[in-house]
């Protein structure tokens, strides 16, 4: 309903904007919906995107389409022209009106939604359960950002931006029926069990010793007082425990997981696992999603997934090169969900002339190295990343790395925050709990951006940082095409 509301929102620009950018607002929010749970972060969703809106879309209006004739016919990395349609379009009296009634519509299903709030707990059975790379929520133990080593205690598990949800599970209002039908009624003995097992693991494993045990003794004395007596459903008690884990530590990356069907033991690094894996990365092109030739030769990479290097090497290299010759690039991360540190290192081999030490929260290891890439013109070049609200694991690892290094200008939205590495635990055959396990030395100083996100050099709303970054790579492009800093550069 809400993606539905939004979509109709978008109306409310001009046409051309519609073409060039409806498709990645649509999808940013999209992301945003699916993490932003409760009605306090619902509410500031929604703030964020009608702010946005009334700043934004007189904005539009008020930009002449003629401005975009300096991209007319500019050549794509594949030799193949594309051209833009140019059109005048002011703004039509009917659209104040159409506003106008939208805005009502808008905040009317938000008050029914809010007061329906205790009755539906919106997106709890959402089902878009796997990420870019299709994995799933929490991994096993990994061997720094890769691949999972050795054996799972789950079936089909991963590192990705979705939550967990059981293999084969349907999605919407087939899913509901099935819950209803299959989730058996929680006693005091089982919901006693599944808090001392997720305490335990709590105190054996969390990143941080003194919060688990305030974690532990939070849910604890819950279960002493009586508190969960009236909770009957085993996805409701999941819910429930994940809230107050995280209202605690301020730790998003925590998660009590119920399925309904049974989890089985199996090992995740299977013959089958890294086949289902590959064929993904054939399907999607290793998420290398668009690699274009912006004008002035800037070079334009969206990558929605940092892929294993095992896998998508070869694929990352291509891409590299068809960027090669450019005099700017920007990396597109806005819908980018993380993935694995070696393909982060790879990227970055191209940006830098000498080996350099980057920073993983998930562990340090010889992967988390760059390797300079003999053939690169790219370690002079001005590097841009877009960022939003759902860039996040290593995604952020990129942008923050990047950007601590002075090598990269961030541009968009402060990232996810999310850090810290985890590891699934299997409790019984419907319950599991999700524990970040590993946090790693960080040369550029104190903490991460766990919880904080990484910050953008230059704010813009995520919709339209692309735009932005590519004025600021026009006008760095210009200034280092003048013969006064070609002759600074010379000395």
Same mark, same amino acid.
């Given at each position: 309903?809400?993606?539905?509301?939004?979509?109709?929102?978008?109306?409310?620009?001009?046409?051309?904007?519609?073409?060039?950018?409806?498709?990645?607002?649509?999808?940013?929010?999209?992301?945003?919906?699916?993490?932003?749970?409760?009605?306090?972060?619902?509410?500031?969703?929604?703030?964020?995107?009608?702010?946005?809106?009334?700043?934004?879309?007189?904005? /539009?209006?008020?930009?002449?389409? @003629? +401005? =975009?004739?300096? #991209?007319?016919?500019?050549?794509?990395?594949?030799? $193949?022209?594309?051209?833009?349609?140019?059109?005048?379009?002011?703004?039509?009296?009917?659209?104040?009106?159409?506003?106008?009634?939208?805005?009502?519509?808008?905040?009317?299903?938000?008050?029914?939604?809010?007061?329906?709030?205790?009755?539906?707990?919106?997106?709890?059975?959402?089902?878009?359960?796997?990420?870019?790379?299709?994995?799933?929520?929490?991994?096993?133990?990994?061997?720094?950002?890769?691949?999972?080593?050795?054996?799972?205690?789950?079936?089909?598990?991963?590192?990705?931006?979705?939550?967990?949800?059981?293999?084969?599970?349907?999605?919407?209002?087939?899913?509901?029926? /099935?819950?209803?039908?299959?989730? @058996? +009624? =929680?006693?005091? #003995?089982?919901?006693?069990?599944?808090?001392?097992? $997720?305490?335990?693991?709590?105190?054996?494993?969390?990143?941080?010793?003194?919060?688990?045990?305030?974690?532990?003794?939070?849910?604890?004395?819950?279960?002493?007082?009586?508190?969960?007596?009236?909770?009957?459903?085993?996805?409701?008690?999941?819910?429930?425990?994940?809230?107050?884990?995280?209202?605690?530590?301020?730790?998003?990356?925590?998660?009590?997981?119920?399925?309904?069907?049974?989890?089985?033991?199996?090992?995740?690094?299977?013959?089958?696992?890294?086949?289902?894996?590959?064929?993904?990365?054939?399907?999607?092109?290793?998420?290398?999603?668009?690699?274009?030739?912006?004008?002035?030769?800037?070079?334009?990479?969206?990558?929605?997934?940092?892929?294993?290097?095992?896998?998508?090497?070869?694929?990352?290299?291509?891409?590299?090169?068809?960027?090669?010759?450019?005099?700017?690039?920007?990396?597109?991360?806005?819908?980018?969900?993380?993935?694995?540190?070696?393909?982060?290192?790879?990227?970055?081999?191209?940006?830098?002339?000498?080996?350099?030490?980057?920073?993983?929260?998930?562990?340090?290891?010889?992967?988390?190295?760059?390797?300079?890439?003999?053939?690169?013109?790219?370690?002079?070049?001005?590097?841009?990343?877009?960022?939003?609200?759902?860039?996040?694991?290593?995604?952020?690892?990129?942008?923050?790395?990047?950007?601590?290094?002075?090598?990269?200008?961030?541009?968009?939205?402060?990232?996810?925050?999310?850090?810290?590495?985890?590891?699934?635990?299997?409790?019984?055959?419907?319950?599991?709990?999700?524990?970040?396990?590993?946090?790693?030395?960080?040369?550029?100083?104190?903490?991460?951006?766990?919880?904080?996100?990484?910050?953008?050099?230059?704010?813009?709303?995520?919709?339209?940082?692309?735009?932005?970054?590519?004025?600021?790579?026009?006008?760095?492009?210009?200034?280092?095409?003048?013969?006064?800093?070609?002759?600074?550069?010379?000395?």
């Amino acid at each position: 309903m809400s993606e539905t509301i939004y979509a109709l929102l978008l109306h409310l620009f001009p046409a051309h904007f519609r073409r060039m950018y409806g498709d990645d607002a649509l999808q940013l929010v999209r992301d945003r919906m699916h993490d932003e749970r409760g009605a306090r972060a619902k509410a500031r969703l929604w703030w964020d995107l009608l702010s946005d809106l009334a700043r934004s879309a007189p904005r /539009q209006y008020g930009r002449r389409p @003629a +401005e =975009l004739a300096g #991209a007319v016919s500019p050549q794509r990395a594949g030799g $193949v022209p594309s051209f833009w349609i140019l059109e005048e379009e002011p703004m039509r009296a009917g659209t104040w009106l159409w506003a106008g009634v939208l805005s009502f519509a808008l905040v009317g299903t938000w008050a029914v939604l809010l007061s329906h709030g205790g009755k539906h707990r919106l997106g709890s059975l959402a089902s878009s359960g796997r990420d870019a790379a299709g994995r799933l929520r929490w991994a096993p133990k990994q061997s720094g950002a890769g691949m999972p080593q050795g054996d799972s205690d789950v079936e089909l598990v991963g590192s990705g931006a979705q939550r967990m949800h059981a293999p084969g599970q349907r999605s919407g209002g087939e899913i509901t029926k /099935q819950v209803m039908l299959l989730e @058996a +009624e =929680l006693d005091d #003995a089982e919901r006693q069990r599944i808090v001392d097992a $997720v305490s335990a693991s709590l105190k054996q494993d969390y990143v941080d010793a003194n919060a688990a045990q305030k974690m532990a003794d939070v849910i604890e004395a819950h279960e002493r007082h009586g508190d969960y007596k009236a909770v009957m459903r085993g996805r409701e008690f999941a819910d429930l425990l994940t809230r107050q884990l995280r209202e605690q530590s301020h730790d998003t990356d925590l998660d009590v997981v119920y399925s309904a069907e049974r989890l089985h033991p199996l090992s995740a690094f299977s013959a089958d696992a890294q086949a289902q894996y590959r064929k993904a990365m054939q399907e999607t092109n290793c998420t290398f999603a668009r690699v274009e030739m912006l004008p002035h030769n800037i070079g334009y990479l969206k990558l929605n997934a940092f892929p294993d290097p095992a896998v998508c090497k070869a694929t990352a290299e291509a891409v590299m090169a068809r960027l090669n010759g450019t005099q700017a690039v920007i990396f597109d991360l806005r819908e980018n969900s993380g993935g694995y540190g070696g393909m982060v290192s790879l990227l970055a081999g191209y940006l830098f002339a000498q080996p350099i030490h980057l920073y993983n929260p998930r562990g340090d290891g010889p992967e988390n190295w760059t390797r300079p890439e003999p053939t690169s013109k790219l370690e002079n070049k001005p590097v841009y990343i877009l960022t939003s609200r759902a860039t996040q694991s290593a995604a952020e690892m990129f942008s923050y790395d990047l950007k601590r290094m002075k090598r990269a200008t961030l541009v968009g939205e402060t990232t996810r925050g999310a850090a810290h590495a985890g590891v699934f635990h299997r409790i019984d055959d419907h319950f599991g709990v999700g524990i970040p396990e590993v946090k790693a030395k960080n040369p550029y100083g104190a903490g991460n951006w766990e919880g904080m996100g990484v910050a953008p050099d230059v704010k813009a709303p995520a919709w339209d940082a692309l735009s932005v970054a590519q004025r600021l790579a026009e006008k760095k492009v210009g200034e280092g095409s003048k013969p006064g800093v070609a002759r600074q550069e010379a000395r």
